[in-house]
């Protein structure tokens, strides 16, 4: 079966500080995967997406980036982070070709 | 554009009440429609999904009928349980299969005992 891990779990980094976190997914393969935000509330922000090694979509200009090294393995990065990139990030996969998508248990980011 | 419109919350029952939660979206087409449920502190799970007109989802005593006429794809469970207390977004898929999906603002459940 499937499963999709994220970390880590919860993350509290200064103002200007960098960032790394990170997203993989066991059992099965060239999935299309996906960056959430939600900020407070509970809204959901599509942030990036790829279909493939190196293939990175972005959703939303900002200071934050991503990359995709292997093919089962996500990362969003940002070189300083801002107050206003606190929340909670998701990570998601779907197969490619399908429209159902399969989240990760989150990283709680707080900018202090 | 293509939309996902949500029953604003929050919504408040008693534990063995009946649940109503509306979505409605817009498309040119005939998406995939999902629910998904996030229960506090952790990711979205997969509630239910319906990938063609009249089509029923169903899943832990929650079920949403992919009504074509009203563009709607309302959420029901006939007794809610405190355990059902999440928050439960609606999402369409787009027009060609593997699109990303487009997710309504989420509602806030709460079931007192």
């Known amino acids: 079966s499937q499963t999709i891990h994220q970390w880590p779990a919860t993350l509290v980094q200064p103002v200007g500080s960098p960032l790394s976190l990170e997203c993989t997914v066991e059992?099965?393969?060239?999935?299309?995967l996906y960056w959430y935000r939600q900020a407070a509330g509970r809204g959901l922000q599509l942030l990036f997406y790829?279909?493939?090694?190196?293939?990175i979509s972005s959703e939303v200009p900002q200071n934050l980036s991503a990359s995709r090294p292997q093919d089962r393995q996500f990362i969003l990065s940002s070189k300083k982070l801002l107050l206003s990139d606190s929340g909670f990030y998701l990570c998601?996969?779907?197969?490619?070709?399908?429209?159902?998508?399969?989240f990760g248990p989150g990283t709680r980011l707080t900018v202090l | 554009g293509n939309s996902v419109t949500q029953m604003e919350g929050p919504v408040t029952l008693s534990e063995e009440a009946f649940l109503t939660i509306n979505c409605t979206y817009t498309?040119?087409?005939?998406?995939?429609l999902f629910w998904y449920v996030q229960y506090p502190g952790e990711g979205l799970q997969l509630l239910l999904k319906?990938?063609?007109?009249?089509d029923k989802g169903s899943n832990k005593g929650f079920e949403a009928t992919y009504r074509k006429e009203t563009t709607s794809f309302h959420l029901e469970k006939g007794s809610v349980q405190v355990s059902d207390s999440a928050v439960y977004f609606c999402?369409?898929?787009?027009?060609?299969?593997?699109?990303?999906?487009?997710f309504g603002e989420g509602t806030q459940l709460t079931v007192n005992p």
């Open positions: 998601a996969w779907s197969t490619s070709g399908s429209d159902t998508q399969y």
């Open positions: 999402a369409r898929g787009g027009e060609t299969s593997g699109s990303r999906l487009t």
């Open positions: 319906a990938t063609k007109a009249d």
């Open positions: 059992g099965t393969s060239n999935p299309n």
């Open positions: 498309a040119t087409g005939y998406p995939s």
């Open positions: 790829s279909v493939g090694i190196g293939q």
